[in-house]
């Protein structure tokens, strides 16, 4: 019902506005009728929540989070013909030095195989560290147990590493009361604190992040509440499941709470 009630005043506080237009104001006006109708019952389907954050967001005076745009790549030099007798010999390396490169290719891969084994999202990967400390620093809402919506962007935000149950569109009774208490343990995760949101690359294929072909347009994130990682409280009490993706591509989503 809080969250019903949450989008209730969203939703009030956009119809006040004079920049929607005819069909926005019927979307929004039908949506606050059926949340007057369902009450604690109130959901909608995925693709719903979707229209209502676009419609909500598209008009907004915020800027959406913007990531830093790569330099261009440099120019290779055009290669020139030499005479034979001006080529250069092909460089060999001294024993030092291959010994040198063997000892570092080592270090590498225990560095990688150790950072692997201790991390739990092997389905992403992290943005430089000056992109982390801007959006660790950023304010967000609760939306419900998986996913919060950050200020300053039009669409929300998906918490990796775990599945908690529906509550917009439960598949039963008992899916919509387990993900209600899903998202009042977020809240009260994200109250007591201290938290820290890290931003993450998606499981999508290359080029499709930030586009209807991933995720929703949403982008990803893990978050940490009181040093600990949200994933593994949410699931050690009950509240969520364990979903795990790859570099590219996530499994069927889990949702065990219908039977």
């Known amino acids: 019902m809080e969250t019903a009630n949450n989008l209730r005043r969203d939703i009030e ?5 004079k920049d929607l237009n005819q069909w926005q104001r019927k979307y ?3 949506i606050l009728a059926r949340i007057d109708r369902s009450g604690d019952r109130f959901s909608l389907t995925d693709k719903q929540w979707k229209k209502v954050f676009e419609v909500l967001g598209d008009r ?20 020139y013909f030499r005479p034979n007798f001006l080529r250069r010999r092909p460089y060999r390396l001294r024993w030092r030095e291959k010994r040198f490169l063997v000892l570092a290719s080592v270090v590498v891969v225990i560095a990688c195989v150790q950072f692997i ?3 739990k999202f092997d389905a992403v990967s992290a943005l430089p560290q000056s992109s982390k400390d801007d959006f660790a620093s950023s304010k967000f809402s609760v939306t419900d147990g998986d996913t919060i919506h950050v200020e300053g962007e039009i669409n929300g935000t998906r918490l990796v590493g775990y599945n908690a149950p529906e509550v917009f569109s439960p598949r039963c009774a008992v899916e919509k009361a387990l993900g209600d208490r899903a998202t009042a343990r977020l809240k009260e995760l994200v109250a007591s604190g201290p938290v820290e949101l890290t931003r993450v690359h998606c499981a999508c294929e290359p080029g499709a992040e930030g586009t209807d072909r991933c995720n929703y347009r949403r982008s990803c994130a893990v978050l940490y509440a009181g040093g600990r990682d949200v994933s593994s409280i949410m699931v050690g009490e009950g509240l969520a499941v364990p979903f795990v993706c790859g570099g590219t591509k996530c499994p069927p989503t889990p949702r065990p709470w219908c039977g």
């Open 28 to 30: 929004l006006a039908d």
């Open 117 to 119: 084994a201790g991390s």
């Open 13 to 17: 506080s956009a119809l006040r506005r």
């Open 60 to 79: 907004s005076n915020v800027v959406p989070f913007q990531t830093r745009e790569l330099p261009p790549p440099r120019r290779s030099s055009p290669i």
